[in-house]
């Protein structure tokens, strides 16, 4: 019964900045790694940022290609995720998907699509120069 679903997404110029959200339905038990893909036309989906906060540690990852630019982070209650884009490129262009899978960002393939199980249908970011 887990759902994810998106919002945040838009059109900006190239510099600015957005905040996606992710609102998960439904609980994932035990250690579970949360993440953002992007996929721009004709391209194959990759990963963005992941990220798995317990009571004990909390573990990101980023892109090289996003990093000091992209922040990921949850909130308290482990409801919602987010991902702040700031200094948008032309290149960050793409359709943007949370995911969860109920196993550890340390585990193999954080950043690999088909290990994620959950799913939300994406929002549009559009950067324009």
């Known amino acids: 019964q887990v759902q994810l679903a998106e919002s945040g997404g838009g059109s900006v110029q190239a510099g600015g900045s957005l905040r996606l959200s992710c609102a998960r339905s439904?609980?994932?038990?035990?250690?579970?790694?949360m993440a953002w893909f992007r996929q721009g036309p004709g391209q194959e989906r990759e990963g963005v940022a992941a990220s798995t906060t317990g009571g004990d540690y909390t573990y990101t990852s980023y892109a090289d290609s996003v990093k000091g630019r992209f922040t990921i982070s949850q909130d308290n209650g482990k409801n919602t995720l987010y991902l702040q884009m700031n200094s948008l490129k032309p290149e960050d262009t793409a359709m943007y998907y949370c995911?969860?899978?109920?196993?550890?960002?340390?585990?193999?393939?954080?950043?690999?699509?088909?290990?994620?199980?959950?799913w939300g249908q994406g929002t549009q970011v559009t950067v324009s120069s």
């Open positions: 995911a969860a899978r109920s196993a550890d960002c340390r585990s193999p393939g954080p950043f690999m699509p088909s290990t994620y199980a959950y």
């Open positions: 439904g609980y994932i038990y035990g250690r579970v790694c």
